[in-house]
């Protein structure tokens, strides 16, 4: 269940109807799927793209996506300050990022051009895709962090971070 929150406005929604309405009209696509596969922690890449390849691949066909694979971030992640720092800084890509998140949860943080900065808390069954060009940053969590999703994309070139070099994104690292 996404949760949308707007800091400067003191705004705060769960509604999934909300959340994909406000997100459509920034051309942010959002969406929620079915998400029964409970997986072990040793699950493999493999294991958990098969448990989706019914909805992965007419996904995949429709927006001509070539190649996906899954991300698994935890607590005993190695490097893991050095991985969410990469992810923490405002960027682009230039493709759209896509993330179907089968288990644990992650912050997508955006900041568009005329809007306050805003939100969405992706967990399991949320898949979000980010068109090309937005600027956005992703934050698993300081302490206990916890996500496996399955990215999908075109071409992993496009999955490189051009920074913006903004810092807007420490204003809102508490």
Known sequence: MAILKIPHLDFSTNNATEIREFMNQRNIFFDQWSCDVLFEDNATQDQI??????????????????????????????????????????????????????????????????????CLTCQKGDLISVPAGTKHWFDAGEKNPFVKAIRIFIDLSGWVPHYTNSDIEKKFLA
């Open 49 to 118: 793209l098969e448990a989706y390849s019914a909805d992965l691949k007419p996904f995949m066909n429709k927006g001509g996506y070539e190649t996906a694979d899954v991300i698994s971030i935890h607590s005993k992640t190695e490097n893991y300050e050095a991985i969410r720092a990469k992810f923490l800084a405002e960027h682009i890509h230039t493709e759209d990022e896509i993330r179907f998140f089968v288990d644990g949860q992650g912050d997508f943080w955006f900041h568009l051009e005329n809007e306050e900065v805003f």
